[in-house]
């Protein structure tokens, strides 16, 4: 936080990705803190759950329903907020609440929209209806112009987003990677650890193990590579876990795959270090090759080889950085493939892999030149 701006974070309390509420936290237990100088206020919410669809909507209204009640909260008792900045990733019901601020105290409203809805539903089958389809696509293009300025993630929702708002208050605004990341410190904590680690060559996945991420492909690919001096290293956790899980049993892979589950950002130096290359994965979906996940970011910053599975941009990201390899999304077999041939290179090789993502982090996503970037948009919106 800069020393003249005052910033309170509105939240709910944390229980992604493991669907329980992070011990230490309740409903009433540490739902106002002090981070770094910045107010931080957790609402309360439904936990997720094992994620099924109605604890879903039951995790989505609940967390509506808290921001609401605080949104008036502010609009009556509280002083004029100067800007209200929503971090959009899913669900868009965030984005609503700070409509009311900007009607009753005149804000300016800033959406950072990196889940583009409706497309995201429909590319995740959880829609079909065209005629609803149809209604939340004049919802979101009604929800845009509400707002002052929208900020996009990826290049390509920059088309997207200015059709739907019909002037030029677009602008791409990529994600970063936390510091932890470009310091590669890691928590303390991470000395009581105890985990083993496999000698042979060692590929990671970090982040939400979901449907999204397209893990029947990236078993195929497993699959492949099976026989292989190739071991499978996953931190984090999510919806697909127990089915990945199963499946790694049933076909007699448990000796070259290691689940280790979530762990705060501040723990992930300690894990990528143990790592040779690191990977990632979108589903072949129209709506995912205009995406670049921020786990892609977290590598590079880290000087780690990438591959990737994905189509679209994310793909030429990984071309144009040289920063490892890129497959099309659902091809498993070039998938299997390339990691076959990273495990065969020297050191060294998949070293300058990693060296160069870090410089192309550095040039295009680094903190700083998002700070700059807002604080810019901030003082002349």
């Known amino acids: 936080m800069d020393n003249d701006n005052e910033v309170t974070v509105i939240t709910g309390v944390p229980n992604y990705p493991s669907g329980n509420i992070f011990e230490g936290y309740g409903i009433f237990k540490r ?3 002090l981070y770094n100088g910045i107010q931080v206020i957790r609402l309360p919410l439904i936990p997720r759950g094992s994620g099924t669809k109605f604890r879903l909507v039951l995790n989505y209204l609940s967390y509506f329903i808290s921001c609401l009640i605080y949104t008036f909260y502010i609009v009556l008792f509280k002083k004029k907020y100067d800007v209200v900045f929503v971090h959009h990733t899913s669900p868009v019901l965030i984005a609503f ?6 009607f009753f105290r005149n804000s300016k409203l800033i959406l950072w929209d990196l889940d583009m809805w409706p497309d995201t539903l429909v590319a995740m089958g959880i829609i079909k209806s065209k005629y609803l ?7 979101m293009k009604w929800l845009y112009k509400k707002y002052d300025y929208i ?5 390509s929702f920059e088309e997207i987003a200015l059709k739907r708002i019909g002037n030029s208050n677009v602008s791409y605004f990529p994600n970063w990677a936390e510091n932890t990341f470009t310091d590669n410190v890691h928590s303390k904590e991470c000395e009581k650890l105890n985990f083993k680690f496999p000698e042979e060559f060692k590929i990671m996945y ?5 449907d999204a991420q397209d893990f029947e492909n990236i078993f195929k690919a497993m699959q492949l590579l099976k026989d292989k001096p190739i071991n499978w290293l996953f931190v984090g956790d999510g919806r697909k876990r127990k089915w990945l899980e199963k499946q790694i049993e049933e076909h007699n892979m448990t000796h070259r795959v290691e689940f280790y589950g979530s762990f705060d950002v501040s723990y992930m130096p300690y894990f990528f270090k143990r790592a040779d290359v690191m990977f990632f994965s979108l589903k072949n979906e129209e709506i995912f090759t205009k995406t670049v996940p921020a786990k892609l970011q977290s590598y ?3 000087r780690k080889a990438v591959v990737g599975m994905i189509s679209g941009e994310g793909n030429s990201l990984i071309k144009s ?3 490892g390899y890129s497959v099309e999304s659902g091809d498993y077999k070039s998938f299997a493939r390339v990691i076959e041939d990273l495990s065969k290179m020297v050191p060294s090789e998949i070293e300058t892999f990693g060296e160069n993502g870090f410089n192309y982090y550095q040039e295009h996503y680094s903190l700083n030149k998002r700070k700059a970037q807002l604080r810019l948009l901030m003082e002349n919106i």
Do not use: D
């Open 133 to 139: 389809i149809k209604n939340l696509e004049a919802l």
């Open 321 to 323: 950085s040289n920063c």
């Open 97 to 102: 609440h700070p409509i009311l601020i900007k």
């Open 300 to 302: 590079m910053a880290s």
């Open 206 to 210: 970090a982040g939400n193990i979901g």
């Open 31 to 33: 739902n106002r803190e």
């Open 151 to 155: 900020l996009v993630g990826s290049k």
